[in-house]
């Protein structure tokens, strides 16, 4: 539908469109996750939360998320189609999506209780009455997950990508509005056990709230463009549905899977006072620049990789997918090296206030640790997924998927024995690095070869350089923290400030070692926009 457009507009523009409008609705999602610690500690409130968001919540990152699986669905059929195709497409796409949802609804509402006591069965009795209250409340999201992801796909294929990348924004500002309304009227009274159902109200409350307005907002923007209103269409048989159904189902069920590993890690995590706060609060320090990073890769490579996927293209699509493996690797292991090396300073820098006390940074900087080192296989696989999704194929990456379900449940079993809730996260970095293997050897087979000696030496020496990075940062931090110290908020700015930029320095330096193709035109655009400025 946005071939002609997009063509005319480079994927470094787009890419910095999407960067910035995600920018900041991830400082907004930043300043939002500070407040709740602020307010709420690793304490009962959170953690309810944090089981009670699982279904609903992780509906919506996934499948309401850019380069979730109804984004990719609609983007990879209706890049190839015209814009009057689309409104039908789309309105009897989002009925499907709607009757299916509801049901979910109505099912998560019954039987809240039943489903946190199977998440999280260790839970003590106030905290689970707090989670099954929560759940209800935050229901609905499962609904808005399918109808955001929907308007994000179509937004972007009419190549309209500032709205769908910012409007995450609505959502944390409503939290902020309400939390902040709730700190002050019962001021340091907001840790007492008493207010913990009001505490779990407010924050469920205006999450939904926010899933709400970031639906609308969307909505009206399709409704200005002619891609579809809510008018309800049954006709199946409408050209370009079925191949969106094609891609759709089997995508979603992947990512049901990913679900199913989520719900795994907070099975064993319900045994361990404060696992699944740490976990939240370190996975979202990770998904602030990995969100950032994948929309700028994923957002303008899908369109591509969908206009790639015939046999005399094979060469470009090969290109594209060592572009994107690559700029996955240099963008995802010099932060890899910070966040093992700077765990520490990085959660007391964040968090570290109110009820967020030096305790909890001692709980939630490990599991950083462990998040931070998956990072380059989490978006290194989702780039190949989407590759899949160009090629009109969900299936595999769905069996891919339920392999990695007992793969996942094992490692938990045994790690969580030796490393506690790192040990979680662990097993899900290692699950990742399967994917990512398997998906790059059946694309290997699939496309009559990948040259993966070549790719595998450059990971290998761009892996060297994040673990030189980590060390010079390390130990930069350790000595600023003898001679100067960390006690004064300034003083730790800086120590983050001179160890990180230590750390992408290292990384770079061995990079350009390497010389890429990728890292040159990464730097001549920096050096051309320098020049104009």
């Known amino acids: 539908m946005s071939a002609d457009r997009t063509s005319s507009r480079s994927l470094a523009k787009i890419a910095g469109i999407v960067a910035v409008a995600t920018l900041i609705s991830k400082v907004f999602g930043l300043f939002r996750e500070v407040a709740i610690a602020a307010a709420f500690g690793v304490g009962p409130v959170v953690n309810a939360y944090a089981y009670a968001y699982v279904i609903p919540g992780f509906l919506l990152i996934l499948l309401g998320g850019i380069n979730g699986p109804f984004h990719s669905a609609l983007v990879s059929v209706l890049a190839k189609r015209k814009k009057e195709e689309a409104a039908p497409i789309v309105e009897t796409v989002t009925t499907f999506v709607s009757i299916i949802f509801i049901a979910i609804v109505a099912v998560l509402i019954a039987f809240a209780g039943l489903f946190i006591d199977i998440l999280a069965p260790g839970l003590e009795p106030t905290t689970r009455a707090s989670a099954v209250q929560q759940l209800q409340i935050m229901a609905p999201l499962s609904i808005l997950a399918g109808l955001i992801g929907i308007g994000f796909g179509t937004l972007n294929a009419s190549d309209r990508y500032w709205l769908p990348s910012i409007s995450p924004i609505f959502s944390s500002v409503v939290t902020l509005v309400g939390l902040g309304g709730l700190m002050l009227y019962l001021g340091d009274r907001i840790q007492a056990p008493q207010y913990i159902t009001l505490g779990g109200i407010v924050l469920a409350g205006t999450t939904l709230a926010g899933g709400i307005l970031q639906w609308l907002v969307q909505l009206v923007e399709q409704w200005r463009g002619g891609l579809g209103t809510l008018k309800l269409r049954f006709d199946w048989r409408t050209p370009g549905v079925s191949d969106v159904m094609k891609v759709m189902a089997p995508a979603a069920l992947s990512s049901g899977m990913l679900h199913i590993n989520v719900y795994t ?269």
């Open 265 to 533: 890690d907070l099975y064993f995590a319900s045994a361990i006072e404060g696992a699944a706060a740490a976990m939240r609060y370190a996975n979202f320090i990770v998904l602030t620049p990995l969100g950032i990073i994948s929309n700028m890769l994923l957002v303008p490579l899908l369109p591509v990789f969908s206009r790639l996927t015939g046999i005399e293209h094979r060469s470009d699509l090969k290109l594209r997918i060592r572009q994107g493996l690559i700029l996955t690797a240099l963008s995802m292991l010099p932060l890899t090296a910070i966040f093992i090396a700077l765990a520490v300073p990085i959660v007391r820098l964040i968090y570290e206030r109110y009820a967020f006390d030096a305790k909890a940074s001692a709980i939630v900087a490990p599991v950083l640790m462990a998040y931070g080192f998956g990072m380059f296989f989490y978006l290194g696989r989702d780039i190949l997924v989407r590759v899949f999704y160009a090629l009109g194929d969900g299936e595999t990456p769905f069996r891919v998927s339920i392999i990695n379900i007992f793969i996942n449940a094992v490692l938990d079993y045994f790690l969580i024995e030796y490393f506690a809730t790192p040990g979680l996260v662990m097993a899900t970095v290692s699950v990742n690095f399967f994917s990512m293997v398997c998906l790059l050897w059946i694309l290997h087979r699939r496309l009559g070869g990948l040259p993966l000696v070549e790719w595998g030496s450059i990971f290998a020496g761009l892996t060297l350089g994040s673990i030189l990075a980590s060390a010079c940062s390390w130990a930069f931090n350790w000595g600023w923290e003898q001679a100067v110290g960390t006690d004064k908020p300034l003083f730790l700015v800086l120590d983050l400030g001179f160890a990180s930029a230590i750390a992408f320095v290292v990384f770079f330096l061995v990079a350009l070692q390497f010389k890429l193709p990728e890292l040159e035109l990464l730097r001549d655009r920096v050096r051309q926009k320098f020049s104009r400025r």
